[in-house]
């Protein structure tokens, strides 16, 4: 079956707009993370979604950061007024089931999206 | 706090030649680990994993063994490929609480023919 899916792949944009990002997770899968990739920070952990509800949010750099997940599936990233300091490669994961019952899941990436703040 | 450190990169090996890259972690408890692979041009893939004590992940070649006593989890490989070349990040999760993972700083490895 097909993996987790990440659009558009790339993305410049100016400094001071707003950009989406989005997230198909696998078919079936829970839970959903955002992660950012930066040159300066390494792979950080952004946010988590079980179903459409964001228990943990403590990621999320600024208030000019947002998340979104409906149905249970797709999700989408929203960077207000974006600086340069943005610019980063943003990753997304998912998993079968998440958080708790001392399961062992798996998190499945998908291929990322670059983001280049001008 | 919890937190991931490997040996910093880049390393670079001979094709055939033996493979460690060091892990150590911290953490207030157990959590599970992992060895992600990111080959050039291509997303994050898990590599291998390890949710107790003593376990030993292993894939394409590649093993690391959970050690409490040490809290490290190093990966190796007896015979590295040209194939190998990519960056590895090893991680920490707890799934009791917030599922976010750790991740180390990764180690870039590249193999010369």
């Known amino acids: 079956g097909a993996g987790v899916s990440q659009s558009p792949s790339n993305k410049v944009t100016e400094k001071g707009k707003d950009v989406e990002l989005r997230c198909d997770p696998i078919?079936?899968?829970?839970?959903l993370y955002w992660y950012r990739q930066s040159l300066g920070q390494g792979l950080e952990f952004l946010i988590y979604f079980q179903g459409n509800s964001a228990p943990d949010k403590s990621g999320l750099p600024s208030d000019r950061f947002s998340a979104e997940r409906t149905g249970g599936s797709v999700s989408t990233l929203t960077i207000q007024r974006t600086q340069q300091e943005d610019s980063a490669v943003y990753l997304c994961?998912?998993?079968?089931?998440?958080?708790?019952?001392?399961?062992?899941?798996?998190?499945?990436f998908g291929p990322g999206t670059r983001l280049t703040v001008l | 706090g919890n937190s991931v450190t490997q040996m910093e990169g880049p390393v670079t090996l001979s094709e055939e030649a033996f493979l460690t890259i060091n892990c150590t972690y911290t953490a207030t408890g157990y959590p599970s680990l992992f060895w992600y692979v990111q080959y050039p041009g291509e997303g994050l893939q898990l590599l291998l994993k390890?949710?107790?004590?003593?376990d030993k992940g292993s894939n394409k070649g590649f093993e690391a063994t959970y050690r409490k006593e040490t809290t490290s989890f190093h990966l190796e490989k007896g015979s590295v490929q040209v194939s190998d070349s990519a960056v590895y990040f090893c991680a920490l999760l707890f799934y009791s609480s917030a599922s976010k993972i750790i991740f180390g700083s990764g180690t870039r490895l590249s193999i010369r023919p």
């Open positions: 390890a949710t107790k004590a003593d």
């Open positions: 078919s079936g899968h829970t839970a």
């Open positions: 994961a998912s998993s079968l089931e998440g958080v708790g019952r001392g399961n062992t899941d798996t998190q499945y």
